[in-house]
Every structure is written in C-alpha cells, then in structure tokens.
C-alpha cells in the first residue's frame, strides 16, 4: 500500500483522501439516520402500547373492579441519575420482576431531556396512578423528581434513588460520551473520536468539562420549578434536601450500592426479595463500566474544588451520604466481614380491650 501511494501522482491521492473522507461522512450520515428512525419507530410502538392500555382502562371504568391487594397496589419511581451505577442496578429489577411478579418500565424521554412538558406530567401522573395492569410497577428513567400531590394524585409512588460523588460522576459521564462502555460496546457516542482527556479539557478550559457540568443531582431532586436548574442556586439545593428526606424511601451512594440494595430488600421484599444475592454472585454487577477512563489528576480535582457549584453539589452529596449512614446504621450490621440485616426490633404489648 505504501509502495503504491509513493506511485500515485499527488493530485490522485488528495484525491482518493477526499473521496474516502466523503465516504465515511456518508456512511456515518446513514448510521444517524438508522438510528433516528430506529427511535422513532420505539416511540411509535410505545405510544400504540400505551394506547392500547388506556383504551383497556377506559373499558374497565364502567365495571366494577375489585381493589387492588395493599401490597400489588405499590409503585416505585427511580429517577436515576446518569452515572451513578444506575444500570447495574436497574438490571437487578428486570431479572427479578419475573420471579417476584412486579412490572419494570422505563421511562424513555425525547432526547434524555429530564423535564417534562406541563402535560406530559399530567399523562405520567395519570399513567403511573390508574394503570392497573403495570401495579406493581418499577419505573425508572433519566427524569427529574415530581411531586404527585401537586396533582391531587390519590396515592404516591414511593422515590429512590443512588447518588454519586460529584467530581467522580463527571469523569465517568465525559468518557462515556467519548468511549461508551462495555455494555453496548459497538454504540456510537455522541463524542466519539476526541482523545483529549478530562485533564486536558479541564486545563484549556472545555465546556464538556465546565464546573457547570457538575450540576444535576441536584436538579435531579430538586424537581420540576426553574430555579432548580438554575446552576449554583441555594434554594435549589435546599428543596433538594428537603425532597431527599420527605419524598424519598431511601438515596444510597454508588460507592456503597451492596449496602443499598441489602436495605431495600429488608425493607420492599414484594420488589427486592433476592437481589442482594443477585448482586453478589455478580452476574449483574457493575455491568457497565465506562471504558478508557483515566482518573483525573489532583490539579484537575482542585481546580474543580475552587467553583461555587462544585461546593454546592459536593454539600448536597455529602448530606445524602450522611443521611445513608445514619439510615444503614439503624438497618445492617458487620460481623466477621460479612454485612447483614438487623431483625425487627419492635413488637405490641398492653392491647385492650382484651379479646375474649
């Protein structure tokens, strides 16, 4: 080949560059148009489903239908966030809701975009609220948190969530953008074929690595109003703390995601009975990892340290962590290396009137 380059007049190999960087423009181009249509079509046989449900709900309006049993009458909401593990774990649901009879839906936005139009909160609430045939139900999805009651929705799903130290967080999601993971390994990235590192990026100042990347678990929980994303709001991360402890069943941490998911079986056996096993025989753990991830240097780590955002972000992450460990210690205990749940801890005495 190289022989054959040296006899080839310049003309005809700038050329022949041109020609195969046309090519590969074109072929790339298809493959975006494959995977639109490939969307679109998952849309359309999402809606005709969806459609079909309602449309089985509107008919079973005018009959009497008999409740449903307290614990079949249970929702769950996971509005993961990206990059906390949350594959991993959403993979646990999907192999258990078969043998543990509940339903795993996700919940796929136009574009990943985590706010949902006014209406479309309306639908989702209706959807997740009078849709009988998906209770029990999991629903998870790249969505930010809503409040139900807003809605004067008769009953609340229960919210959980995993959170992520911020810095580490990011890192991970700007090499994902650039190598995937080993998940889908053959999907290409939206940022596929830039080498620079995350060193590099954030010493020339990139914006895929800017401070304001660092902002979104706490919009994540702070919910649908503005100033939620309004990047380095207080009030955002307040109302984000405040939905944390009110609205949330349980947040565990990545680094801590054993400890989590033994806690939620403890207490959600009707969704969770097996997954801590299922999560250490390692059949789906840590399933995605993203690939060619280098960790960033300390100058890289202070320089990100020295933002307003980043001090908000790391302050809500820390109050999530703390809130964990207090939860975890009144729930596992370590005894020869090995961690296990505490059993319950309470009974009822002194009942009148006396049965006779």
């Not at 649908?224 to 307040?238: D, T, V």
Request: proline share 4%.
């Amino acid at each position: 080949m190289g022989l054959l380059r040296t006899m080839m007049p310049p003309k005809i190999q700038l050329l022949a560059v041109l020609a195969f960087g046309v090519a590969m423009l074109l072929i790339e181009n298809q493959i975006q148009k494959l995977e639109e249509s490939r969307a679109r079509l998952e849309r359309t046989i999402a809606r005709h489903e969806v459609t079909e449900v309602e449309q089985r709900h509107s008919e079973d309006s005018g009959r009497d239908l008999s409740p449903l049993a307290e614990k079949d009458d249970m929702v769950i909401i996971y509005n993961r966030v990206p990059k906390t593990a949350s594959t991993s774990f959403t993979n646990i649901a999907y192999d258990l809701c078969g043998k543990n009879r509940f339903h795993v839906l996700h919940i796929n936005t136009t574009k990943n975009n985590p706010v949902m139009s006014l209406q479309d909160q309306v639908r989702f609430v209706r959807n997740v609220t009078s849709w009988r045939e998906m209770k029990p139900g999991f629903y998870h999805g790249h969505v930010a948190y809503l409040d139900f009651s807003k809605y004067s929705a008769k009953r609340k799903p229960m919210y959980i969530n995993v959170v992520r130290d911020p810095i580490e967080r990011l890192v991970s999601y700007y090499y994902f953008l650039r190598f995937g993971d080993d998940y889908r390994p053959g999907l290409r990235r939206r940022k596929q074929g830039d080498k620079k590192t995350f060193d590099e990026c954030v010493s020339s100042g990139g914006s895929d690595c800017a401070p304001e990347k660092l902002w979104l678990q706490i919009p994540f929980f702070c919910g649908h109003h503005s100033e939620c994303w309004n990047a380095g709001s207080r009030w955002a991360l307040e109302q984000a703390k405040y939905n944390l402890v009110n609205e949330y069943l349980l947040v565990g941490v990545t680094e801590e995601l054993e400890d989590f998911i033994m806690i939620l079986e403890a207490a959600l056996p009707r969704f969770f009975k097996g997954a801590t096993e299922l999560y250490r025989s390692g059949k789906k753990s840590h399933l995605r990892k993203t690939t060619e991830k280098k960790p960033p240097t300390k100058e890289t780590i202070s320089k990100l340290q020295q933002s307003d955002i980043w001090k908000i972000e790391n302050e809500f992450y820390e109050f999530a962590l703390e809130q964990f460990q207090f939860v975890r210690v009144h729930a596992v205990r370590e005894k020869d290396g090995e961690l296990f749940v505490l059993a319950q801890s309470f009974f009822y005495e002194k009942i009148y009137p006396k049965v006779s």
